[in-house]
Nanobody
Framework: QVQLVESGGGLVQAGGSLRLSCAASGRTFSSYAMGWFRQAPGKEREFVAAINWSGVGTYYGDSVKGRFTISRDNAKKTGYLQLNSLKPDDTAVYYC?????????????????WGRGTQVTVSS
């Protein structure tokens, strides 16, 4: 079992940056792949980024590629999402997710555990 808690969201102006954190509980965090998804009001959930268990493999959604960076610190049982060059379209609730497979892709159905989300609001 893994429990996930996101933090670091907030209100930021366009062009600004935020760093989201995803704190995990459980002894086997280092064996889980992690992903970040987001959902804006009235829109479907969107894949943002994913990272494999070691942190070597990463994968990004097209809309954030080159602006966001996913990382993890297994010793701290924490995943991160660095958001740079933020745009108003990035406004959403951001969720972290984990799965016990080697999968680190965009299919939300492959993730077993989810946090409750953190709000990111980007003003123009």
């Amino acid at each position: 079992q893994v429990q996930l808690v996101e933090s670091g969201g907030g209100l930021v102006q366009a062009g600004g940056s935020l760093r989201l954190s995803c704190a995990a509980s459980g002894r086997t965090f280092s064996s889980y792949a992690m992903g970040w998804f987001r959902q804006a009001p009235g829109k479907e959930r969107e894949f943002v980024a994913a990272i494999n268990w070691s942190g070597v493999g990463t994968y990004y959604g097209d809309s954030v590629k080159g602006r966001f960076t996913i990382s993890r610190d297994n010793a701290k049982k924490t995943g991160y999402l660095q958001l740079n060059s933020l745009k108003p379209d990035d406004t959403a609730v951001y969720y972290c997710a984990a799965n016990g497979l080697y999968y680190y892709g965009s299919n939300a159905n492959q993730y077993d555990y989810w946090g409750r989300g953190t709000q990111v609001t980007v003003s123009s």
